[in-house]
């Protein structure tokens, strides 16, 4: 069984940063696309960032304010934050599309989220 375990959500005040990572663990040979996403209250979830296992990245959002990146040997996810914003407000989840294990692939898991808070 693989599971991700997030961390490094907190509450942090307008303009502050915040570094987010997710591991996952169990029997694994492989992983696909680890990605971000967020969802704030009454709104749906929505990415933020993907990394491919050739590292090529992409953000939802252009400005350059988040930096994704992965450690394949610790089969981790980072999300680094910078000059965090009030509607970066969300519980974030982690995501892997898919993860090859010893005797089989696992598809689409999620962390539980983190909550990450910004005060204005």
């Known amino acids: 069984q693989v599971q991700l375990v997030e961390s490094g959500g907190g509450l942090v005040q307008a303009g502050g940063s915040l570094i987010l990572s997710c591991a996952a663990s169990?029997?694994?040979?492989?992983?696909?696309?680890m990605g971000w996403y967020r969802q704030a209250p009454g709104k749906q979830r929505e990415v933020v960032a993907t990394?491919?296992?050739?590292?090529?990245v992409r953000y939802a959002d252009a400005k350059g304010r988040f930096t994704i990146s992965r450690d394949d040997a610790k089969n981790t996810v980072y999300l680094q934050m910078n000059s965090l914003k009030p509607e970066d407000t969300a519980v974030y989840y982690c995501?892997?599309?898919?993860?090859?294990?010893?005797?089989?692939?696992?598809?689409?898991?999620w962390g539980q989220g983190t909550q990450v808070t910004v005060s204005s």
């Open positions: 995501n892997i599309d898919r993860v090859r294990a010893p005797s089989r692939f696992m598809l689409d898991l």
């Open positions: 169990g029997s694994i040979l492989s992983i696909g696309t």
């Open positions: 990394i491919g296992n050739t590292g090529s």
